[in-house]
């Protein structure tokens, strides 16, 4: 049974009103979850910024307990019936309530769970999924082009809770969340939103002044935000990514943070074929099924398709030799996903030494996602050989 917590007559009316049809729209709609509920507000400007945040939360919450919500759902299954559900529900209380299946305890589709399981064991598959129902932490990273960390820390100590990040030397983690984009240090370009484990994956680049670098996959730079400072305006750092949406968005990141060595190159770009077998460094961000970052993307884990995970595999072995071909001889490669899953990491990493003429350097960077930590990532060092 559930225990009341709150009622639907107990929401305000324009609450209501604003949430039901939020979870009407989705079920029509085709974009990621946090596109939608953007949109949705840009076309509901009445909407003050207590009721966003109220409806941001509810709105996320039923997406990341949509299979328990249902479990205990009258039919049909109507936005109306899943909102009065949740609004009582303590996810917390069916834990160990065995008459419930696993996989509906934890809120995750059946098969996925399955998958979890035989990948990672069943302990540790089914605190991949608390933790992934959980909100993720807020962190950022200092731009070290133009200021430290410690600066940063001393300029907002009196104004918000805040604690520098225990791996990242340039990362900060914010107890509550802000409106970061209009604060006038991310307006000057001082810091960016990054979590602490794609910081850690960037770091492995260790590029020196003169350094040539090639971000592939770069989307709209983030890595490269992250490595810039460690060039000191010498060498070139290049951005390639198939989505010229994504490089122009990098393109005014690159402004903001004041870093001029860098040059875009689209997959149509002439000067691509001159770049081949001349970097130094290789950073490949490749496209993954984003297991590590479900907390982002709670909507993402009910679009999970393992002929999808089949699909994205053959894609990282085909642009992380499309990559390599980028590399000095003896060039560095580091190949990273934002996956837990061995199938997306170590496996791809046995089979580019068997396949590719790589040689792996030192143990690979993973973490995993934590409560109040950093997400789950992967990262390997390659040497190309001679």
Known sequence: M???TISMFEISPFRK????????????CTRPADGALGHYFRQHTSIGSKDRKWISETFYGMIRWLGLI???SSRPLTPENRLEVFLKLRPSDHKENVSIPPHVRVSFPKNF???????LGEKKAWEFCLISNEQAPTTIRA???KTSREALLERWKEHYPISPCLQSSAGIVFEQRTNFFSMPEFKEGLFEVQDEASQIAASLIEARPGDHVLDYCSGSGGKTLALAHLLQGKGQIYLHDVRISALEQAKIRLRRA???NAQLVASDDPKKSSLKEKMDWVFVDAPCSGTGTLRRNPDMKWKFCEEDLHRLAALQREIFQSALTFAKPAGTVVYATCSVLPQENENQVRFFEENYGVQLQKAPFSSFPSTGGMDGFFAAVFKKRE
């Open 17 to 28: 009103k604003h949430i039901l049809q939020i979870l009407r729209d989705s079920e029509e």
């Open 70 to 72: 249902d479990h205990f």
């Open 258 to 260: 004041g870093i001029q």
């Open 2 to 4: 559930l225990k009341s």
């Open 113 to 119: 769970y399955s998958l979890l399981v035989q990948a």
């Open 143 to 145: 731009n070290l082009l």
